[in-house]
């Protein structure tokens, strides 16, 4: 057997603590234990994007701008890695192209090496702005390709999408399987097939929540992956990432052998051992196996969500009613992929046509834009029926979605002019303009609290110490 060793992204800092504990891990929490990630010979470290920015600023008062920066001074050697939503950013709607391009040189300049670009619906129209700016500004594109079923996806289809990005310039292809759907024999046949058609370097993303992604990584080496992503064990499994150290194990003495040194990763391990006790209460989903996904095919944080709004309604009863709905609401739209944001226009659709006792007769805002065309190009045509009912005569756009949009740079920075401290957060105002500005205000009052108490410190001791913002 030739010699194959694959390379391992670690997603503790992001994907693994999102999948199992709402995105809730606190930047304190982080710090101790970066400088023995940073030497355990990961290849890179998923620590930033995602809901990572949301959440710093909605519930944990932090500036995600400030994570990324205290996270790259403590990691020296190993590449620091984000999920951007393509034209999305890191949020539900797609952006403007000068928000996209100000975003991906602001992050890239404050030290992000690897940029993982997808796009929910795999419209790569919706990928190309960011792929053209992060290799403009000299990181690491990584293209993206979503893994789902159904009777429109299949191999030949995930090829022909990595080789239009292959077209855009990407340095590398990632397999999303955000649901847990991939089989361990598709997954070989996948890689196989990518690697021997594909220049570029095969990465493959699985959460466990099926149970198949440590047979499907296993697998994915025999094939010829060149990186795959894990989570350290007390952060592993359930709806997050298969563990780093099980992998590690089973490849050690092979041709596959990783080099990892199991001792290390397991002294990490017992650190977020502790830390993973702090965050008992966002623990919405078991660590077990829910094959129940192979059917309705929801993502772990889909689940949650849906589970959310039934209780809000006071309408939990109707649970296994709405997980039965959603497969016929995606298969009338198109048969898209269940990621943000179609997983969460998909199923607040199902739940309403439940809720409601009739199919349709409550259409929010988003399915509407969706069947517009302005979140891209489904991937199958949408139901005839079911779009007369939600748009009626309406024709759907065929141009880029984002050709439609105004600038959005300017209004940000007017928006926030009273309490910007740094340009980074007309970003942060541009993207989630319904939660920034009650976080850039509290962080000034804060501060605005903190430079008086130095000011009556310094007139009584002298010159007060100078704390960069």
Request: with cysteine; charged share 20%.
């Amino acid at each position: 057997m030739a010699k194959h060793v694959p390379k391992l992204c670690d997603t503790s800092l992001r994907d693994a603590h999102q999948s199992l504990f709402a995105t809730r891990m606190k930047i304190e929490h982080m710090i101790p234990v970066l400088e023995q990630i940073d030497a355990a010979g990961y290849y890179s470290l998923e620590m930033w994007g995602g809901a990572t920015f949301d959440t710093c600023m909605r519930f944990l008062n932090e500036d995600p701008w400030e994570r990324l920066w205290t996270i790259r001074k403590h990691i020296k050697n190993t590449k620091l890695q984000m999920l951007l939503r393509g034209q999305n950013i890191l949020g539900y709607r797609n952006y403007p192209d000068d928000v996209v391009e100000e975003f991906v040189r602001a992050m890239v300049k404050g030290g992000i090496d690897i940029v993982r670009i997808f796009d929910a619906l795999n419209d790569v129209r919706n990928m190309q702005t960011a792929i053209r700016v992060t290799k403009e500004a000299g990181a690491h594109a990584q293209g993206t390709v979503v893994y789902t079923i159904s009777p429109v996806h299949d191999i030949p289809l995930y090829v022909k999408i990595a080789q239009e990005l292959v077209a855009l310039g990407v340095d590398s292809i990632c397999v999303k399987d955000m649901a847990g759907l991939i089989s361990p024999y598709t997954a070989y046949e996948l890689v196989k097939e990518l690697k021997e058609e594909i220049p570029v370097p095969i990465n493959l993303h699985c959460h466990y929540t099926s149970g198949m992604a440590s047979m499907a990584y296993l697998k994915a080496v025999e094939a010829g992956v060149d990186i795959l992503d894990t989570a350290s064990s007390p952060l592993a499994m359930g709806t997050s990432q298969p563990p780093a150290e099980s992998l590690v194990a089973a490849l050690a003495g092979t041709p596959h052998d990783t080099g990892l040194d199991l001792k290390h990763l397991s002294d990490i391990a017992d650190y977020w051992r502790e830390v993973k006790k702090e965050y008992e209460q966002f623990a919405t989903v078991s660590t077990g196996v829910d094959t129940n996904v192979l059917s309705y095919q929801i993502p772990g944080g889909m689940i949650s969500n849906l589970s959310s709004q039934l209780e809000q309604q006071q309408a939990l009863d109707k649970y296994r009613a709405c997980l039965a709905e959603v497969p016929k609401v995606r298969q009338e739209l198109g048969y898209p992929p269940l990621v943000t944001p179609t997983s969460q226009i998909v199923g607040t659709q199902a739940v309403f046509n439940v809720l409601m006792g009739e199919r349709y007769k409550v259409v929010p805002t988003e399915v509407k834009n969706y069947v517009l065309g302005y979140y891209g190009r489904p991937p199958a045509p949408i139901d005839p029926e079911v779009q007369q009912k939600i748009i009626g005569d309406e024709e759907p756009i065929t141009v880029r979605p984002a050709d439609l949009i105004e600038p959005g740079l300017e209004k940000a920075k007017k928006a926030i002019a009273a309490y910007m401290q740094k340009p980074e957060d007309i970003l942060s105002q541009a993207l989630f303009p319904q939660v920034a500005p009650n976080f850039l205000k509290e962080r000034l009052a804060a501060k605005t609290a903190v430079d008086y108490n130095l000011a009556e410190a310094a007139a009584e001791d002298g010159p007060a110490p100078y704390y960069p913002v």
